[in-house]
Nanobody, 123 residues
Framework: QVQLVESGGGLVQAGNSLRLSCAAS????????MGWFRQAPGKEREFVAT????????YYADSVKGRFTISRDNPKNTVYLQMNSLKPEDTAVYYC????????????????WGQGTQVTVSS
């Protein structure tokens, strides 16, 4: 069992940065890939980034590549999403999730989800 709690969301102006955190509880965190997804109003939940259990092979959606960085600290059971050069179209609820798949990019590949944190980027 893995429980995930996101934090760090908020309201920022375009061009600024935010760092999201996802604190995990449960012994299986270190064995799982972790990912970030986002969902804007009226849209489907979309993949943002994922990272392997050992911190390797980060993979990003094209829309965030070069601006967002995913990382993890296994001793602290925490995964991060550093978001730079934010744009209004990044506005969404951001979710972290855990997966037994090596490089998971689809929602159905994740079996544990957090409750989400709101990110709003003003122009």
């Amino acid at each position: 069992q893995v429980q995930l709690v996101e934090s760090g969301g908020g309201l920022v102006q375009a061009g600024n940065s935010l760092r999201l955190s996802c604190a995990a509880s449960g012994r299986t965190f270190n064995n799982r890939a972790m990912g970030w997804f986002r969902q804007a109003p009226g849209k489907e939940r979309e993949f943002v980034a994922t990272i392997r259990w050992n911190g390797g092979n980060p993979y990003y959606a094209d829309s965030v590549k070069g601006r967002f960085t995913i990382s993890r600290d296994n001793p602290k059971n925490t995964v991060y999403l550093q978001m730079n050069s934010l744009k209004p179209e990044d506005t969404a609820v951001y979710y972290c999730a855990a997966s037994p798949v090596i490089v998971p990019r689809r929602t159905y590949e994740y079996d544990y989800w957090g409750q989400g944190t709101q990110v709003t980027v003003s122009s």
